[in-house]
């Protein structure tokens, strides 16, 4: 391959910005780090901005417009220079994609915003509508494996669908496409899955007595179904419903969906020692 050739493969590949989210960054890096396994695999160039910080919705949900602003420009700033920004979070490329063109609306920031938004998308929804993600034989080999040796986990899994992934951007069938290219795995719908978990950002903290018995719900759920494995998409879910779980002593493990889907889900489950 001549030097030009090598300058438009690269160039040919989609730049993205991998928007980390708060949760992954302070409790589970390697979600992001499955994040970005999964986009290389898909042909893409990853960067991580070192200014992100947060997407803002804590701030814009408790009525905090002047933070919100700040930190929406802030984001906007170190992600609009990318062909697209991804997350792997429903909640958090909610509020990039659908939320910041609302709090700029009739601002001299508005098209700017608008232009942001359109890049955005949840890490689920970006590999299947926007990459047509297939797993790499080679690339989807743990170091050390034989390179012909793809992801499988053998495992019973039933997946619990977020509700600002479901609900602002229409993730639900994405995940399961993806999961089902998995070696191994057997999925297992719970019912009421898409009832929320009782996380909801701020409501758990505004209304505890409620957010605590819809988390109880969704455990039995989730115990009812008889899957040894809980994955969703957002960590806010995942780290409501594996708390409750592990105080009514429930024998599930739970993954957030990147991790499973690079062969990054052999270590301890969110909320294990």
Sequence with gaps: ?????????VKAKPHVGLFVTCLVDFYRPNVGFAAIALLEQSGCTVSVPESQTCCGQPAYNSGDQKSTLDIAIQTIEAFERFDYIVAPSGSCAGMLKT??????????LE???LAFSEKVFELTSFLVDELAYEPVAELNAKPG???SETNT?????TYHDSCAG????????QPR??????DGLKLIEMDDTEVCCGFGGTFCVKFPDISERMVTDKAALVQQSGAGVLAGGDMGCLLNISG???RVNADVRVYHVAEILAGMADGPGIGDA
């Design 153 to 157: 986990f053998n495992e019973s899994i």
């Design 111 to 113: 098209k700017r915003a």
């Design 244 to 246: 409750r779980i592990k």
């Design 166 to 173: 479901l609900r602002e951007l229409n993730i639900k069938q």
């Design 177 to 182: 496409d993806l999961l089902a290219k998995v």
């Design 145 to 147: 494996a034989n390179s």
């Design 99 to 108: 939320h910041y063109p609302e709090i700029f609306a009739g601002t001299a």
């Design 1 to 9: 391959m001549s030097s030009g050739d090598l300058e438009s493969e």
